[in-house]
């Protein structure tokens, strides 16, 4: 082969090797990029989670924060406790409680206060627990439930206020929820237990993990209906916490709200049976100027004493106020008409009819 020939072989070999280098080169580049990629969007994808989480931890009641419960309702999924500020008042003398609290939710703040962390029993507030977790829980309202003779007699030995159901008696779940929170039935609150977990025992299970979900400071239940309990138990504070997330669900507040309701007619009430609220029983809720009370719940057992609370609208905001250990039922109502008059309204103390 002459000279001239080799050189050009050559040359034709050094640039194929030159190409095959280059394209090795471009790969492995292909790859490092595509590597970084990957790595990036891993990472996004972490703090993207990790912001969501942050911000989901440090979200307050409102219908943005919501999240979907198993019956579509939504819920809010973290409460922040109101703070009290320079604007914060002690209740006066003349408020007839052991421990009471009145916030504003709008401003997440304490209007007025009293012995508001101090454990106290709550008697039939704890019903508004109840309601949460049944709301949150259970399925549709026109679901059939059944009270039997298991649940009746031990409540009426104990005295227990009841709804009125029979024995062995059926009705929609919706029925239950009204007999529970406007009659304060106990056999009703049982009957709604039993047919969302199978057991009381199970649903106070879900009513105590609500409670550390909220992030409540002072509260453990041991039953579903408030009967007196040692270990049943939970502080004003935490009630008006437990009964601004209620607000969150419009389930709950349906039944919160609600004057009267009567049952669809069986075979053991042709007529049904009427529940009246045993808040709105004893008040309408506008007897005091720009005040609207709009629902609320009551509760009584001797070592409770007398127990409400309520939330209204007032100028523009919704209060809630809870006051516990009250030595008469009216006394109660007086008090919470008086307390959103004098600490949110700026006006005078309720004055009962003569």
């Not at 159901?165 to 007999?179: Q, R």
Request: proline share 3%.
């Amino acid at each position: 082969m002459n000279k001239g020939r080799k050189q050009a072989v050559l040359k034709r070999c050094l640039l194929f090797g030159a190409a095959v280098f280059l394209l090795v080169l471009i790969a492995f580049g292909l790859v490092l990029v595509r590597s970084s990629s990957v790595k990036n969007d891993g990472e996004s994808a972490e703090m993207t989670a990790i912001t969501l989480a942050a911000s989901e931890t440090h979200t307050k009641i409102s219908p943005e924060s919501e999240k979907e419960t198993q019956t579509g309702e939504s819920a809010a999924s973290f409460v922040v406790y109101p703070e009290k500020t320079k604007k914060s008042s002690e209740f006066s003398e003349d408020y007839d409680a052991k421990s009471a609290v009145l916030i504003c939710c709008d401003d997440n703040e304490i209007v007025a206060y009293r012995s508001e962390n101090e454990r106290i029993f709550p008697a039939s507030l704890a019903k508004v627990m109840t309601l949460i977790v049944a709301a949150e829980n259970a399925g549709d309202l026109s679901e059939t439930v059944t009270v039997t003779d298991d649940m009746v007699y031990p409540l009426n030995e104990l005295e227990a206020s009841m709804a009125g159901f029979m024995p062995g008696e059926t009705f929609a779940l919706e029925d239950a929820l009204y007999g529970m929170i406007l009659q304060s039935g106990a056999d009703a609150a049982l009957a709604v237990a039993v047919h969302t977990a199978g057991s009381e025992e199970k649903f106070v299970e879900l009513m105590n993990r609500k409670a550390d979900e909220l992030g409540l400071k002072n509260t453990h239940f041991t039953n579903v209906v408030g009967l007196h309990h040692e270990e049943n138990y939970s502080t004003a504070a935490d009630m008006a916490v437990i009964l601004e997330y209620a607000l969150s669900n419009s389930r709950c507040r349906q039944f919160l709200e609600r004057y009267e309701y009567t049952t669809a007619p069986n075979e053991q009430h042709p007529e049904g049976l009427t529940f009246t609220s045993t808040l709105f029983s004893r008040m309408y809720g506008d007897e005091m100027p720009g005040i609207k009370i709009l629902g609320g719940k009551t509760g009584y057992t001797d070592e409770a004493g007398n127990c409400i609370e309520t939330y209204a609208e007032i100028n523009g905001k919704t209060y809630i106020l809870v006051i516990c250990g009250g030595k008469t039922n009216w006394n109660n109502i007086y008090d919470t008409l008086s307390a959103y008059s004098v600490y949110c309204a700026g006006g005078k103390r309720y004055e009962p009819p003569a």
